[in-house]
């Protein structure tokens, strides 16, 4: 019998553990490592940040559903991953072996890449997970009360752009609802090459779709773009031409700003990762 343990039990590693019980069956331990007991379903944040759902409709206690299907689940995390001795490390210090290691964290938040950036320590707000969002939807609601102009978009090193583009989107159609689009300006900021690109090179059309649905909506956007700064009611964005090289900057307002960060390797991973390194140049 082998013992598979799934780091992260997020979206990725929830649906990792179901899918590896049904296809192994009974004859293989599962244990799933998650930091928390709480899941939360993140596609659902944009939702939470304009009150369109609850904290509850989107989340549920992990070890009331895993157990029931033979996963062991652990909620202390993983500190660090001792790949020479087939274990993980958790948060606790407990050493779980495994005889294969399936990695679905996701993505460490790297909020200081750019100076003002983030819920905690910055000025604009981030929909990644659930008590973000949680977050943007108060800040929502002092916004209503006084709007005025709203950036969304994702700096650059971020990876994953759809959350950004249906936020804007979400946002478009509950400040109509509320009868307030029209003391709204939009900007849509992002560090693609161009709007739809996705991070993917472009789907099919995506670009032309794209820019004709931001248009309709009357979204302007800032493409290419770097986002040098933020600061209290405004930021900086330097955007860039085909090659590279960078454009006069520009100095945006906002009263509301939504970006998605630049991802990083969760700690645990990275602290490999430099051992490797290590070893590798010694």
């Not at 940040?49 to 995390?77: C, M, Q």
């Not at 200081?112 to 977050?135: F, I, L």
């Not at 693609?192 to 032309?208: A, N, T």
Request: glycine residues 12%.
């Amino acid at each position: 019998m082998a013992r598979i343990v799934v780091m992260g039990a997020g979206l990725g590693g929830m649906s990792a553990a179901y899918e590896l019980r049904e296809v192994l069956g009974k004859g293989h331990e599962i244990v799933l490592v998650g930091k928390g007991d709480m899941f939360s379903f993140t596609p659902s944040n944009p939702w939470l940040a304009v009150g369109w759902r609850k904290p509850e409709d989107i989340t549920l206690k992990v070890s009331d559903y895993v157990g029931k299907h033979g996963i062991r689940f652990n909620g202390d995390g993983v500190a660090r991953i001792d790949a020479e001795g087939d274990a993980v490390i958790t948060g606790t210090g407990e050493r779980i072996g495994y005889d294969y290691l399936m990695i679905c964290t996701g993505p460490k938040l790297a909020f200081e890449e750019v100076p003002g950036t983030g819920p905690d320590n910055g000025y604009t707000q981030s929909v990644c997970t659930t008590p973000h969002a949680e977050h943007a939807w108060q800040a929502y609601q002092e916004f209503l009360k006084n709007p005025g102009p709203i950036v969304i978009g994702a700096v650059q090193g971020a990876s994953c752009f759809g959350p950004a583009y249906e936020f804007a989107m979400i946002l478009d159609a509950d400040l109509r609802k509320r009868k307030l689009r029209d003391k709204v300006p939009m900007t849509f900021v992002t560090s693609e090459p161009y709007i739809g690109h996705m991070g993917l090179g472009g789907v099919g059309d995506s670009k032309g779709l794209m820019e004709s649905e931001m248009r309709q909506r009357h979204i302007k956007w800032i493409e290419n773009a770097r986002v040098a700064e933020v600061r209290e009611g405004e930021m900086t964005v330097v955007p860039h031409d085909a090659k590279g090289q960078p454009l006069e900057p520009q100095v945006v307002p906002f009263k509301f700003s939504m970006l998605l960060p630049a991802f990083k390797g969760v700690d645990a991973v990275k602290l490999r990762s430099k051992a490797c390194a290590t070893r590798a140049g010694s």
